[in-house]
């Protein structure tokens, strides 16, 4: 089992920046990869970043490309999104998710094992 809890959500103006923390504990050995996902009101969730664990890899939604960045400190089993350039198209419930499949490394949601319980990015002037 894993436990992620997420922080840092809030309410931001346009062109603003947040950061969003993830914390894992557990067996956070098994974690293979992490990812970040969004959840609107009357929407589907949708793929926002992921990273591998150990190494480098990271990915992006075109729509965040160049304005989010999905990083990880291992010594702290803490995953980070931080956010600049804001829009209030980002408003959403901001997820945390990691596998602990090897191997898997996609964006869809059903490919996540284990769940954070979600923080409120609500994004207007």
């Known amino acids: 089992q894993v436990q992620l809890v997420e922080s840092g959500g809030g309410l931001v103006q346009p062109g603003g920046s947040l950061r969003l923390s993830c914390a894992a504990s557990?067996?956070?050995?098994?974690?293979?990869?992490t990812a970040w996902f969004r959840q609107a009101p009357g929407k589907e969730r949708e793929f926002v970043a992921r990273?591998?664990?150990?190494?480098?890899?990271?990915d992006y939604a075109d729509s965040v490309k160049g304005r989010f960045t999905i990083s990880r400190d291992n010594g702290k089993n803490t995953v980070y999104l931080q956010m600049n350039s804001l829009k209030p198209d980002d408003t959403a419930v901001y997820y945390c998710?990691?596998?602990?499949?090897?191997?898997?490394?996609?964006?869809?949601?059903?490919?996540?094992?284990?769940w954070g319980q979600g923080t409120q990015v609500t994004v207007s002037s």
């Open positions: 998710a990691v596998t602990v499949r090897a191997g898997i490394l996609t964006p869809r949601p059903n490919d996540y094992d284990y």
């Open positions: 557990g067996r956070t050995f098994s974690i293979y990869a």
């Open positions: 990273a591998t664990w150990n190494t480098g890899y990271t």
